[in-house]
């Protein structure tokens, strides 16, 4: 059974910086885009960083040159690294991966639980 298990969220203050990681686990063929994204309270689900297999990244506008979407492919994980994080910032952030099971299969979404960020004024 595949799985998302993120890890490294938590309560900051507003220009702090916070790392959170991603690792898939369970047997699967290949992992192809792997991603962040956050939803704040009354609010939609939204992307904040993505990454595609061969490295290509894309931020958000709100968090451009604030954050850095990362992955090691060997180790099957995902990296968001955050820096001078804001108010605004705070949201539950779940890991998201595009995941191959087997050579002939097409891909399927697999989702983390979730981890909380709090950032205080």
């Known amino acids: 059974q595949v799985q998302l298990v993120e890890s490294g969220g938590g309560l900051v203050q507003a220009g702090a910086s916070l790392r959170l990681s991603c690792a898939a686990s369970?047997?699967?063929?290949?992992?192809?885009?792997m991603g962040w994204y956050r939803q704040a309270p009354g609010k939609e689900r939204e992307l904040v960083a993505s990454?595609?297999?061969?490295?290509?990244?894309s931020y958000a506008d709100s968090v451009k040159a604030r954050f850095t979407i990362s992955r090691d492919s060997a180790k099957k994980t995902v990296v968001l690294q955050m820096d001078s994080l804001k108010p605004d910032d705070t949201a539950v952030y779940y890991c998201?991966?595009?995941?191959?099971?087997?050579?002939?299969?097409?891909?399927?979404?697999?989702w983390g639980q979730g981890t909380q960020v709090t950032v205080s004024s």
């Open positions: 369970g047997i699967f063929f290949s992992i192809n885009d």
């Open positions: 998201n991966a595009a995941i191959v099971l087997g050579i002939l299969d097409y891909e399927r979404r697999y």
């Open positions: 990454i595609t297999s061969s490295g290509r990244t």
